[in-house]
């Protein structure tokens, strides 16, 4: 019987929140075939093979191939929980992974309501939760889910329906308290641990995927933390999503929440079934489970007793498969040490047709029946009740509140095989709000949600989000350049028409080349640290690459160009520069964006900020070495005139000298000795071209070098930065 109570909204008014009946486990019917069931995750098979180098008996390193998954074939149902267990080293992440096309080289099928799943496809299908909570600091709750809400709901739902979504999951997710709050990392105070977990599933989910992947959601957490994720989770489920789920020791509270388990060890299937069935398990297998103990306990505790035995799991493995028992322990290790175990030692169980053989008839495969055969599980299944007394809980993920939003990836959909072909045409809205017949179950017209220019836009808002609330690193290099700029020029100032003077005007023109490229270091841990969110966004089709790469370069283009303007106008009149003012600061301009593409490169090859240090300071000196001042272009040994080529700095270097340099104006006169030098002298001196519009060409090389380098970082994003094993 529905139950109904009113909740008060923000304006006074009255909103029907509808709590959905419980639906009971239904009775397993015998003898369905597993293709039967009629929503969820199907696998067969799965398969997944690496290989390691090992010691061989006369010492030499041998390959072997190992399975880190072998042969696993299961179910995880639709509007349920499905928890993967099982002791450390069971290949649970790596199920996981397989499950949610993370593997490349997997053997074996997946399936999501009957229909064969590509890894790309599910990529699109499917939301996957990390156990790092990667997210930006200097975000508040809000804005990380509005902004996740704007990659993931694309152009056909409206400003306000998106607004709608995020307020109604802040209230579900139970982070209404810490709406404004900021996520917070080591240096700045934000959420709570059980808070950001939440966040990083509301990032996830808020799109109403009809999968979701979770790795450890409850890892680090304390226990009613841990119980409150896990029961948002099991909302989610409830409202049509199939859930899987990675976890290690979960507490009695949080088995209470778990619909299905899937138990491996070694990378084997030990038991797929419901939480009560563990015990009968048990029973079929000749253990009895301890009055007071929990049974999956105790399965895992058997599970470690024959992985330490002779016989391996691999018994244990072929017992869920076939129902051959698996050969009888007489000791096991306890908490008191070797003790023999009389319980274990039992007659084995009659099969149905008689005799005391070893084999139980009475257990099918466990993965060869699903107990939902024959049920449409519907969203509206409800968790089970704490009992009297128990807190209501005002935050339910309901269908009301889920599928009332229009949404174009709403999970209230059943997949189907005709989703997965081209849409011919788009039928309209119906009433509800829903799209019509022609769209694809799963929301999607196409790979993204969003149109090219659209994820451009939300990112650079996003990255000047981030940059207004950090300014740290804008200002420390803006503050830099304005100190480097007036000791240039009250060192330089005014340089005299003699040799010294052109001494000094060289000296400033090579240390403006080196502090520009030398200030764009601190840029390295930017994208470092952005790194993983950018894996973990785009793993799922949040946004393009190309378009990540676009919105960075825009969103810097304002910043580097008021730092040029800044150093150019202090010393620029300082020292009375000749040549063009505009040239002066377009080519400081072209050399900012060049370095800063270069180091934006060599941050997404390195593995952490240390290296990329390095490197990017090892590549500077090389540049500064070869940039035509030590020895001119024309002196440089011809092995390493390819380093010239590609030195960064021997663009703006020389493009500044002509700008100073080029025509008739004497630099230098000193009569005693018959000395007169004109610009152009210099220029020829130093073997720098002398042509009017050479010094143009110069800018036009030094962009070429940007793009080239932003062409580099794209492909590193594109190709490279997956987060998927091979």
């Keep these: 019987m529905a139950h109904h109570h009113q909740h008060n909204g923000r304006n006074g008014g009255h909103r029907l929140e509808t709590v959905i009946n419980m639906v009971q486990q239904p009775e397993k019917p015998a003898g369905v075939g597993r293709f039967g069931f009629t929503g969820g995750l199907e696998f067969t098979s799965l398969t997944y093979t690496v290989v390691k180098k090992q010691r061989g008996a006369g010492g030499e390193w041998e390959k072997k191939d190992v399975d880190l998954l072998h042969e696993i074939t299961g179910y995880a149902p639709k509007g349920c929980v499905t928890a993967v267990m099982g002791p450390s080293g069971a290949g649970k992440s790596t199920f996981l992974d397989a499950l949610a096309g993370r593997i490349a080289s997997l053997d074996g099928r997946v399936a999501l309501d009957g229909v064969e799943m590509s890894p790309s496809l599910i990529k699109r299908s499917s939301a996957y939760v990390m156990q790092d909570d990667r997210l930006f600091p200097m975000l508040t709750v809000y804005e990380t889910l509005k902004f996740a809400a704007d990659f993931r709901l694309g152009s056909s739902v409206s400003a306000s329906d998106k607004k709608l979504r995020v307020e109604n999951l802040i209230e579900q997710l139970g982070l209404t308290s810490s709406r404004n709050t900021y996520i917070g990392d080591e240096g700045t105070r934000g959420v709570s641990g059980g808070e950001r977990r939440r966040v990083s599933i509301g990032v996830d989910i808020i799109h109403g995927p009809a999968l979701l992947f979770l790795d450890e959601p409850t890892s680090g957490l304390d226990s009613t933390s841990a119980h409150s994720v896990i029961e948002k989770v099991h909302d989610i489920a409830c409202a049509g999503s199939t859930v899987v789920l990675t976890i290690h020791q979960p507490s009695s509270r949080i088995l209470l929440l778990l619909d299905h388990l899937i138990i491996l060890a070694r990378g084997q299937l030990m038991y ?120 209501h809980d005002n935050h339910r993920y309901t269908p009301e509140i889920v599928m009332g939003t229009p949404t174009p990836m709403s999970s209230a ?314």
């Design 413 to 726: 959909y059943t997949v189907n095989e005709d989703d997965y072909l081209t849409p011919t045409h788009r039928a309209p809205p119906n009433a509800t709000g829903a799209p019509g017949v022609g769209v694809n179950a799963l929301g999607h017209r196409g790979k993204f949600a969003n149109s090219y220019v659209r994820e451009v836009w939300v990112l650079m808002r996003r990255n000047f989000t981030n940059i207004w609330r950090t300014p740290e690193l804008f200002l420390s290099r803006l503050m830099v350049l304005t100190v480097m700029g007036f000791l240039m020029a009250t060192m330089f100032t005014k340089p005299k028409d003699n040799t010294q003077g052109i001494t000094n005007r060289l000296s400033f023109f090579i240390f403006t080349v080196c502090v520009f490229f030398f200030s764009s270091n601190d840029a390295v841990p930017a994208f470092i640290q952005e790194r993983f969110i950018f894996i973990r966004e785009t793993s799922h089709n949040a946004y393009r690459a190309s378009a990540y790469v676009v919105a960075g370069i825009i969103t810097y283009l304002p910043f580097l160009l008021l730092q040029s303007a800044t150093y150019a106008a202090i010393v620029w009149f300082a020292l009375k520069l000749h040549g063009q003012f505009l040239y002066f600061l377009v080519m400081l301009y072209a050399a900012l964006l060049s370095t800063n593409s270069f180091v934006v490169f060599i941050s997404s090859v390195v593995p952490n900020f240390i290296l990329g240090y390095a490197a990017v300071i090892a590549f500077t000196a090389l540049f500064f070495l070869f940039c035509g001042y030590f020895m001119d272009s024309h002196s440089i040994p011809v092995a390493w005139k390819w380093m010239n080529t590609i030195s960064t700095m021997k663009y703006p270097y020389e493009g500044l000298l002509m700008n100073e340099f080029n025509g008739d104006r004497v630099f230098a006169s000193e009569p005693a000795v018959g000395l007169i030098l004109t610009g152009n002298d210099i220029l020829k001196q130093l073997g720098i071209s002398v042509e009017d519009d050479r010094k143009w060409w110069m800018v036009l090389y030094l962009l070429g070098w940007a793009v080239f380098y932003r062409v580099l970082f794209y492909l590193v994003l594109r190709f490279a930065s997956k987060n998927k094993r091979k």
């Design 272 to 391: 797929s079934d419901g939480p009560k069935e563990v015990t009968a398990h048990l029973g079929r297998m000749g253990r009895k489970v301890p009055k007071g103990e929990n049974s999956i306990e105790n399965l895992l505790d058997v599970i470690q007793e024959y992985e330490q035995s002779e016989f391996g799991v691999k018994a244990l493995a072929e017992f869920c498969l076939t129902g051959l028992k698996p050969p009888k322990l007489t000791a096991t290790y306890g908490a008191e040490g070797l003790s023999t175990v009389s319980s274990i030692v039992q007659t084995p169980i009659s099969g149905p047709g008689g005799g005391d053989d070893d084999f139980d008839r009475s257990l099918r495969s466990q993965h060869s029946k699903s107990p939902w055969s024959g049920v449409r599980l519907t969203p509206s299944r409800r968790p089970k009740h704490k009992g009297p007394g128990a807190p």
